[in-house]
T-cell receptor, first 111, second 115 residues
């Protein structure tokens, strides 16, 4: 059974600080996604990571993928209050047409 | 960019009634659609995967007779919650993609409240 584990599940941090969210998965995958969700809203796509060693950056967010370790990270640099949201990683299962989500990380950035 | 339109955005119904949720891809062919359910402050749980013209594949524990999924065309998939009960109250989100393209497009979600 595929497992997608995110940690931490909840993160409260001060503005200006750096932090990393981790996403581990238990099966072979050739692509991993990161999404943001605001309360009561649907998902906003942040990053699509397609290969081992892929690194993508957008503003204060940077995502990376290590397919050998089955690990992806979402790094937040100098956090600002507007980044408060829930962040999900999702794994696209190789050889199977399904996409499984981690439990999400609720990020709360204190002004 | 590609858009997936999901309707209704919010529905309140009485226990025992059926509710249909529509998900349309507006500018691309959605060969695969995924239906997710999300309870408050929880993750998205995959309910089923549907491919155009074929029967949906349901995840373990999801009742196929209760959650009817139809994907009759490349632009439309529907989820019908039959004989809804309060425990079916949830946020339902559809997503779509073309073949196995590495890009998912999400609908805006439907908040279902069953009284």
């Amino acid at each position: 059974e595929l497992k997608v584990e995110q940690n931490p599940l909840f993160l409260s941090m001060q503005e200006g600080k750096n932090y990393t969210i981790y996403c581990n998965y238990s099966t072979t995958s050739d692509r991993l996604y990161w999404y943001r969700q605001d309360p009561g809203k649907s998902l906003e796509s942040l990053f699509v990571l397609l290969s081992n060693g892929a690194v993508k950056q957008e503003g204060r967010l940077m995502a990376s993928l290590d397919t050998k370790a089955r690990l992806s990270t979402l790094h937040i640099t100098a956090a600002v209050h507007d980044l408060s949201a829930t962040y999900f990683c999702a794994v696209d299962i190789l050889g199977d047409d399904k996409i499984i989500f981690g439990k999400g990380t609720r990020l709360h950035i204190l002004p | 960019g590609a858009v997936v339109s999901q309707h209704p955005s919010r529905v309140i119904c009485k226990s025992g009634t059926s509710v249909k949720i529509e998900c349309r891809s507006l500018d691309f062919q959605a060969t695969t659609m995924f239906w997710y359910r999300q309870f408050p402050k929880q993750s998205l749980m995959l309910m089923a995967t549907s491919n155009e013209g074929s029967k949906a594949t349901y995840e373990q524990g999801v009742e196929k007779d209760k959650f009817l999924i139809n994907h009759a065309s490349l632009t439309l998939s529907t989820l019908t919650v039959t004989s809804a009960h309060p425990e079916d109250s949830s946020f339902y989100i559809c997503s779509a993609r073309y073949n196995r393209a590495p890009k998912l497009f999400f609908g805006s979600g439907t908040q279902l409240s069953v009284l």
